[in-house]
């Protein structure tokens, strides 16, 4: 089966998909983390998608989905899969969909659901140490010292691409995309929604539970 894990920025799909991958042995497959290997690789694959990013565009559907396909070819995926961060549009999942539509792989999707307020609290509380690079959450993760680094001392910044202003324009770009994407998987029948409020303990839970649900489990 492949587990599509679907989630704004700030909902935690990272966390949780390492954590339901730990718990049900499958692979998990981070779309950023793999065009980074196949890059660092070398392959024909990682040098396509390069030639895109290098010149500031975006790299085509067909060939994330090449990288995906190849990635899911490989032994460690050969049962069960969480696909984290892909598909991100709806032409993303009718690739994804004909890709695998002779291979008899059960397609299913998670939404990870998180209120837009709070999503914005967590991207925007970030803070970060300019000299040795340390992260904190003003929430979740504060310093020993408010606005301090506890490893070295040097008064902690907010990021860019952390301001109010970015967070908010990112997260009306992505929701409107993530919207189209949930609402096919939702029209086909193939959609469940967890709840992604309150502890990582409480959410993982739930995530475990609802992909037991629909046969993903160790």
Partial sequence: MILVLLG??????????????????????????????????????????????????????????????????????????????????????????????????????????VDVSILTARLTGRRVCPDCGRSYHVAHRPPTVADRCDACGAALITRSDDAPATVAARLENQLAALNDVVELYRASGRLQV???????????????????????SA
Wanted: aromatic residues 4%.
């Fill in 194 to 216: 967890v709840e992604g409020v309150g502890e990582i303990s409480e959410i993982q839970s739930r995530l475990a539970a609802t992909a037991a649900a629909v046969g993903f």
């Fill in 8 to 113: 704004a920025p700030g909902a935690g799909k990272g966390t949780q998909a390492e954590a339901l991958a730990a718990a049900t042995g499958a692979a998990h497959v981070a779309t950023g983390d793999l065009f980074r290997a196949e890059i660092a690789a070398g392959s024909e694959l990682g040098r396509t998608a390069s030639s895109f990013i290098d010149a500031g565009k975006l790299v085509p559907d067909e060939v994330t989905i090449g990288m995906i396909s190849a990635r899911l070819a490989k032994p460690d995926a050969a049962q069960r899969v969480i696909l984290d961060g892909f598909p991100r549009n709806p032409a993303q999942v009718a690739a994804l969909d004909a890709a695998f539509a002779s291979s008899g792989r059960t397609i299913s999707a998670i939404l990870l659901n």
